[in-house]
């Protein structure tokens, strides 16, 4: 019994995929920092040394201490010292995170989705309705996603009960980041559709007089798979820069609760004046995560090797 | 060629109109323009007044249909903030913030077609596997963050270049340039490289990978085959067809240097459009963001229309109807 | 025996992978004489196409010439660099590859490839240039080669496209033509055509054609000789007429005798049970002992040398003197 | 190689060029702020950075000087008539030219008076009480009033005197309608009596001025600047870089944290002084119930103790000492200290004590606290969001859950005078120095006339007789007593939450030598410039 789950593992790790893994130490370095900081983000309740993110645990008075140094007024000390608001950094760093994680993911999550769904039915059904939705990518193609977010920020305010508005904040980063990363799920589906639906066993189907449709999800998805996860990965580090520079330019995380890209902004501020490790930190962790995702992604291309245009 | 060209154009149309519509229907949410524009010591009839000259006592559809009555005569009405034509705010504004991004997408194109050239050529080579991993980095950073980050650098610690501005400007009459003064030309260098970067890489790594897969193909094969020599091979050939899907990324990436300007200008202090349209959304100056939205449109579908028209300059296939006519 | 044009000594063609080198080519070696005809058979993967790139020296990495010795005309140039290669490409040997579709450079018009390729080997101004490839598309037999020659290669028929293909291969002028299965992609109806145009063409000029198919029909009415390639291997190697008529290694019998017309596809109509291995799984011994019907002892041991039977050389532990006796067991 | 060497020229080159710019404009100030001057327009906008660049090219009949007092300008002598104490009168300044070379005299004035009274005009209401100007001769002019307005001279120091056959040539009699979209002459030209003369502008990027030769006070003032050149830079730390890396040599908001690094940068200074500028919290005291609690049916902060303790729990000293880098005056009053009325009493800064403001709010039933959304700007005022944040946190401490709106003021002072917000942050300026001013906007009932800025929703009939009242109260002692009592009414019923002073910091090179104005007004024509 031990032996044959061994011999799975052992096979399983001398797939292809998993051999090429082993023997790129970019792709387990950059898995392991991107691990690491996800972790981190996810498991930040548990071991955080402070919730910045509750506000009646702050003190002002320990606002831009210096990492590692005793605050000049209440004597605490900080791993990466506080920010304007006495936040500890490396707390708000691991909460920002979280935010950050948490839209580029769903961002993400919401572009496969729509593009995928998009592509299949472009692809399936052809005709007026794939040259529409075409269309449409088209367009959105030509929209920087920081556009269309601020179209969807202002409209949505319109829109959204004031005291809803925070959770809007993020939800409209979602919707804004995830419109503008769909195209190119939908463009990779709907080409996989195009070439499977002419296919005798989907033809043979429609003969039939049996839905084709299922059926060709259940082919076409194992085929795009490859292509979609690489896809993933790089929408999902253009996500978190994109939520970044909203956020930088204020249509995005509140400042009560800011995400990585709010507290580049704030730290901005203090450049000059000598308090580098509200910025310096924060962008050094959004570097960290957007290069390792991105380094990710690159490795994938190269090992699922997929037909990318 | 002449259908295809008037179906594109139609639907252009109709992407500018649908711009349009959400851009100015986003206006009503941003903010009521009366508030700003009278300040704090104002009364409640001073406010009535203003909206009632403003039109914004009307309809929305009224509103709607009267903007793009004036649209398409180029009148945008008058700027809340300034007082003056939006049309000829954007016409004092534009040159700078072309400028910028001619700079910018030169500097991408070039840079970026070099180096992707060069990686795919050199793959697996030591300095294109660094090229590679730099841009990872270029690609990571926000645009905002390296603009700092240079302006901290080349203006403040080190004092080459100037930290803001387009330096001094020659009048030419109908085009404001900072090309023909030295000091022009030093304040355009970190905006345009801020602005640059991120495309830059961007091409670069489209470039390499479209060349990848060109010198795959077997008319490469054939080509060396033939005894062509390398840079025949390499630049007779295999560019010449990478080009084909570049042009589509390289014109996209060239209007998405017009909107991405919005962070550079703000970074920079350029006064140019995007500057103007983030001061627009700061004051509710509805005509100007209006108007700036629609301009950043006409650029988006016309750089798409160019970039089809270049299809057909570059790639001899879809010139079929034309050539068997 | 006329004047060798080509010697390949013990080539090997391999391919570093993550589990260690795979041997695409095993020791091949062959001759080709001038203005011979020599046909390359076997399925796909068996090593004829990469045989015939590296012979040009157009592997694609990392694929590389793991051993043995290529010689054109006297010279030795499997150890070239691409620089000092590149001047007998096109001029001393060409190549035509499979597929004309692909093979032309759809954003140039077929007279820019041609002129290009004149101007590469021959010192001609743009003018004589041009002449010259209005007389080789006359030559392989495209229709009104003045005005077609600034037709795009798209405007051409499969066929037409691989006339401009043989033009431009022979536009060089060169003494070996690799045709790496040129009429596969091909209607049947214009693949005779084409072989037979490629045939006449190098025999006015004396040039020698390597020609890689698996069309067992083209190699009996073209080659002078032909050789069975199998999982990297020569098989067998010999005159056309005695190979077909009398095959000796097992695999050769069991490709002829699958042929009822001799004519068609041997991918498909192979009647040995079984099929080829794997380049990772090659049998220890004879590589196509699996597949033997007349498998013993030696053919698990080690695999057999050339051996010289009649006009043909064969590879196989039958036809060893040692083992004539044991084979009828 | 060869092009090694032409790099080099050309940084060479470059090197030599710019050095040679800097030499030749020792006498250039470059000047930069947040905002741009809206118009050139004298009457078209009220506010900071409009009239500041204007006070460089036109003058009012009075100014303030860099310490904030009246002085004269183009009237040399004022004050109401003795006969009619409804009649002020105002000897004129002679032989004052405009930049166009015309002479300045009375027909100019009455002029740009009527001009600053016309419907389009954004000066109007300091002039509400004006019944009729006139002249009074060629060097004389009269201001006849509805009832006597002791303030009336103070209202002056931002109204500009235009050439009147200058506006008549050219088509600008109208005041320039901004609301209204008008693109007039008057915008983007400019011709007054002031010691710098416009050269070019483009708006939002650069206007250049250069000295006037011809001006009356050549002689009397330094004039030692002969080029002004003006940029706005929005973003804060482009402009620090921009004044660190010397770019420019006068930033008027160095953002408080940054103030240490300019001042110890070669070559560089801050100079400090308070602002006419306090800044607080206001809480809708008036409503029944709240949209923006989470308390059914009832409104805590109707009741003068949750008031109590919202007040008690702000730590003032902590947002001076960490938001504003000490560059604040912590405030108990709504006033800033120069206005009549103010008193050190009233604006003792109130205790801050978390336990006594629980208890507080343990009394007023709220023992459990609230939650409520707080409006905050945040490009207005000097690290507005971040207070605002502070302020989150110190009211946490007692329970009180606040959720944080920050918006661009664009969006955030119509939430004020719409009633649309129940908490609040507002800044007040006050640029007659009188409590009148506060009063009228802040405290009255919210009306057709008055309160427009009252959004705590406060409302007594009897209090409102008392502020109408000052307006034509001559009797300064008594109408001074009328103030306190307003303030002590202000102050018992905690109508507004004080946080502090603003304190303005100017950055700028070593080489300029000026004082700050309160009004954060630069007067170019009192600088000094060092070697």
């Known amino acids: 019994m031990f032996n044959k789950i061994h011999d799975n593992i052992f096979r399983a790790l001398n797939s292809d995929f998993l051999y090429s893994f082993k023997h790129s130490p970019v792709a387990i370095v950059s898995f392991i920092v991107a691990l690491t900081l996800v972790l981190g983000a996810v498991l930040a309740p548990f071991y955080a040394p402070h919730n910045p993110f509750d506000p009646a645990t702050l003190n002002l008075m320990n606002g831009f201490s210096a990492p590692m140094k005793p605050n000049e007024f209440t004597g605490e000390t900080f791993l990466l010292g506080t920010d304007d608001q006495g936040r500890d950094v490396f707390s708000t760093i691991l909460y920002g995170m979280r935010i950050s994680l948490f839209v580029g993911f769903a961002a993400v999550t919401f572009a496969m989705v729509l593009g995928v769904s998009l592509g299949l039915i472009a692809g399936y059904v052809g005709g007026w309705l794939d040259a529409l939705i075409m269309r449409i990518a088209d367009v959105q193609l030509t929209f920087p996603g920081i556009l269309v977010a601020m179209l969807i920020f202002g409209i949505a305010k319109g829109f959204t009960p004031i005291d809803q508005r925070d959770q809007m904040a993020i939800w409209v980063l979602i919707i804004a980041i995830g419109l503008s990363e769909w195209v190119q799920f939908a463009r990779v589906v709907r080409g996989a559709t195009l070439v499977e639906k002419n296919k005798e066993y989907v033809q043979a189907a429609r003969l039939n007089g049996r839905r084709s449709g299922g059926i060709l999800i259940g082919h076409i998805l194992p085929n795009v798979l490859g292509s979609v996860l690489v896809i993933a990965t790089i929408s999902l580090a253009l996500a978190i820069i994109a939520e970044a520079t909203l956020s930088f330019l204020g249509v995005g995380a509140p400042p009560t609760k800011p995400s990585l890209g709010t507290l580049i902004r704030i730290g901005q501020g203090y450049l000059f004046s000598g308090e580098w490790w509200i910025l310096l930190f924060p962008a050094v962790t959004l570097l960290a995560l957007a290069l390792s995702v991105n380094l990710l992604g690159d490795w994938l291309r190269d090992a699922l090797n997929p037909k990318l245009k | 060629m002449l259908a295809f060209a008037i179906r594109r154009m139609f639907q252009s149309i109709i992407v500018l109109l649908v711009v349009g519509l959400v851009a100015f229907s986003m206006f009503n949410f941003v903010g009521d323009p009366v508030d700003s524009m009278l300040g704090q010591e104002r009364t409640d009839a001073d406010v009535e007044r203003v909206r009632i000259q403003l039109g914004l006592d009307q309809p929305f559809p009224v509103q709607y249909y ?49 180096l992707g050239i060069f990686t795919a050529i050199r793959r697996n080579g030591w300095a294109a596997n660094t090229i590679m991993s730099l841009s990872l980095i270029g690609v990571s950073l926000p645009t905002f963050l390296i603009g700092i980050l240079l302006i901290y650098i080349f203006a403040v610690e080190l004092g080459w270049l100037s930290s803001f501005g387009r330096g001094d400007v020659v009048d030419l009459g109908w085009w404001r340039t900072g090309f023909l003064t030295k000091s022009g030309l030093l304040a355009i260098i970190l905006p345009a490289i801020t602005l640059g970067l991120y495309q830059m890489t961007l091409i670069m790594r489209i470039v390499r990978a479209e060349m990848l897969e060109v010198l795959r193909t ?108 | 025996m006329s004047e060798i044009l080509l010697k390949i000594k013990d080539l090997i063609v391999e391919f570093p992978t993550r589990r260690g080198l795979l041997r695409a080519v095993d020791k091949v070696s062959f001759e080709i004489s001038k203005g011979e005809v020599l046909g390359i058979v076997g399925e796909s993967g068996a090593g004829k196409s990469l045989t015939g790139a590296a012979i040009i020296g157009l592997l694609e990495p990392p694929g590389r010439i793991g051993g043995g010795e290529i010689i054109f005309d006297g010279q030795r140039i499997d150890n070239l660099s691409d620089e000092q290669m590149r001047p007998l490409r096109g001029k001393r040997i060409a190549m035509i590859f499979q597929d004309p579709l692909t093979s032309l450079n759809p954003l140039y018009r077929i007279g820019e490839q041609l002129v290009e390729t004149i101007q590469t080997h021959l010192s001609m101004d743009n003018k004589q240039a041009r002449i010259r490839a209005i007389e080789l598309l006359d ?191 | 190689m060869r092009l090694k060497t032409l790099t080099r020229i050309a940084l060479a080159s470059t090197i030599v060029l710019s050095m040679g710019i800097g030499m030749a404009n020792a006498q250039t100030l470059n000047w930069a702020r947040a905002g741009d001057s809206i118009t050139l327009d004298p009457h078209a906008q009220n506010e900071g950075p409009t009239t500041a660049l204007q006070h460089q090219i036109s003058e009012a009949l009075i100014v303030r000087d860099m310490t904030g007092k009246a002085v004269p300008a183009l009237a040399t002598e004022w004050g109401p008539s003795e006969s009619d104490p409804n009649v002020w009168s105002f000897k004129l300044r002679e032989g004052v030219k405009f930049h166009d070379g015309a002479e300045f005299d009375s027909e100019d004035v009455v002029f740009s008076f009527n001009r600053a009274m016309s419907e389009e005009s954004n000066f109007k209401e300091l002039l509400a009480s004006v019944k009729e100007v006139r002249a009074n001769g060629k060097y004389g002019f009269e201001i006849v009033t509805d009832g006597p307005n002791p303030l009336m001279a103070s209202n002056l120091t931002n109204l500009f005197i235009m050439d009147k056959d200058w506006a008549e040539a050219n088509g600008a009699t109208k005041v320039q309608d901004v609301e209204g979209g008008e693109d007039t002459f008057a915008s983007r030209n400019a011709n007054g009596t002031g010691p710098y003369i416009l050269v070019s502008r483009e708006p939002d990027a650069k206007t250049v001025l250069r000295i006037n030769e011809n001006y009356w006070g050549i ?313």
Not at chain 2, 243 to 263: D, L, N
Not at chain 4, 273 to 290: E, H, K, T, W, Y
Not at chain 4, 309 to 319: K, T
């Open chain 4, 219 to 531: 002689d009397e003032f330094p004039m030692e600047i002969k080029e002004i050149v003006y940029t706005p830079i929005q973003n804060q730390a482009t402009r620090v870089a921009a004044l660190l890396s010397g770019d420019v040599d006068f930033i008027q908001d160095v953002p408080v944290q940054d103030l240490a690094r300019v001042g110890e940068t070669d070559g560089l200074k801050v100079i400090t002084a308070p602002q006419n500028r306090v800044i607080f919290f206001g809480m809708n005291q008036g409503d029944a119930d709240l949209e923006t609690d989470n308390v059914d049916g009832k409104n805590p902060f109707a009741d003068l103790r949750v008031r109590q303790a919202v007040n008690m729990a702000i730590n003032r000293e902590a947002i001076k000492k960490i938001v504003m880098r000490d560059q604040s005056v912590p405030a108990g009053m709504i006033s800033p200290p120069f206005v009549n009325g103010w008193t050190a009493e009233l604006d003792a800064v109130p205790e801050n004590n978390v336990e006594k403001a629980q208890g507080l709010m343990n009394d007023a039933g709220y023992g459990d606290g609230f939650s409520i959304r707080l409006n905050c700007p945040n490009d207005r005022y000097i690290n507005d969001e971040a207070i605002c944040q502070a302020a989150v946190g110190m009211l946490a401490k007692i329970g009180i859950n606040v959720q944080l709106e920050a918006l661009p003021k664009a969006q955030h002072f119509p939430l004020i005078g719409g009633l649309k917000t129940d908490f609040y942050m507002l800044g007040w300026g006050v640029p007659t120095y009188d409590s009148e001013y506060i009063f009228n906007f802040l405290v009255h009932t919210k009306g057709e006339k008055y309160g427009s800025w009252n959004g705590v929703r406060f409302s007594d009939p009897e209090l409102d007789m008392k502020i109408q009242g000052l307006a034509s109260e001559t009797d300064l002692d008594k109408r001074n007593q009328t103030i306190a009592d307003i303030w002590a009414v202000v102050q018992k019923e905690q109508l507004y939450i004080p946080i502090h002073h603003q304190v303005l910091n100017w950055g700028m090179s070593d080489k300029v030598d000026t004082i700050v104005s309160p009004e954060d007004t630069p007067m170019f024509k009192y600088f000094k410039l060092g070697s």
């Open chain 2, 218 to 325: 077997d008319y490469i094969k054939f080509a060396r085959a033939r005894g062509l020599s390398k840079r025949a091979v390499n630049f007779g050939h295999a560019l010449k067809n990478t080009m084909v899907p570049v042009i589509t990324v390289t014109g996209m990436q060239i209007g998405s240097i017009i909107a991405f300007a919005i962070i550079t200008e703000t970074v920079f202090q350029w006064p140019g459009v995007g500057l103007l349209f983030i001061n627009a959304i700061r004051f509710v100056d509805i005509p100007i963001m209006a108007a700036y939205l629609m301009l950043i449109s006409v650029m988006f579908v016309s750089i798409n229309l160019i970039v089809d028209l270049l299809y057909f300059a570059i790639d001899p296939r879809l010139r079929l109807d034309k050539t068997k006519g």
């Open chain 2, 66 to 114: 009267k903007f793009l009555q004036g649209a398409v005569k180029g009148n945008f009405g008058i700027s809340y903030r300034q007082g003056r034509p939006v049309s000829q705010i954007i016409a004092e504004r534009l040159p700078a913030t072309l400028e910028l991004a001619f700079v910018s997408a030169v500097l991408a194109i070039i840079f970026g077609v070099a």
């Open chain 3, 139 to 329: 030559e392989v037999g495209i229709p009104a080669p003045e005005t077609r020659i600034d037709a795009y290669p798209h405007q051409f028929s499969g066929g037409m496209r691989q006339r401009v293909v043989i033009a431009l291969a022979l536009a060089g002028e060169p003494d070996l033509i690799i045709a790496d299965e040129p009429t596969t992609a091909l209607d049947v109806s214009v693949q005779a055509q084409i072989i037979s145009l490629l045939k006449n063409l190098c025999k006015e000029r004396g040039t020698a054609i390597m020609l890689i198919t698996h069309d067992m029909g083209v190699i009996a009415e073209t080659a002078d000789r032909m050789a069975v390639m199998y999982s990297g291997q020569i098989a067998e190697i010999g005159k056309t007429y005695d190979l077909i008529r009398n095959p000796k290694h097992p695999y050769s019998v069991g490709l002829m005798g699958s042929i009822p017309a001799i004519k068609g596809d041997v991918k498909r109509l192979v009647q040995i049970p079984g099929s080829m291995p794997r380049l990772n799984n090659i049998p220890k011994g004879c590589s196509f002992n699996p597949r033997c019907e007349k498998v013993f002892e030696p053919c698990y041991i080690k695999r057999s040398p050339l051996i010289d039977v009649g006009n043909s050389s064969v590879a196989c532990w039958l036809y060893d003197e040692e083992y004539k006796g044991a084979k009828k067991k």
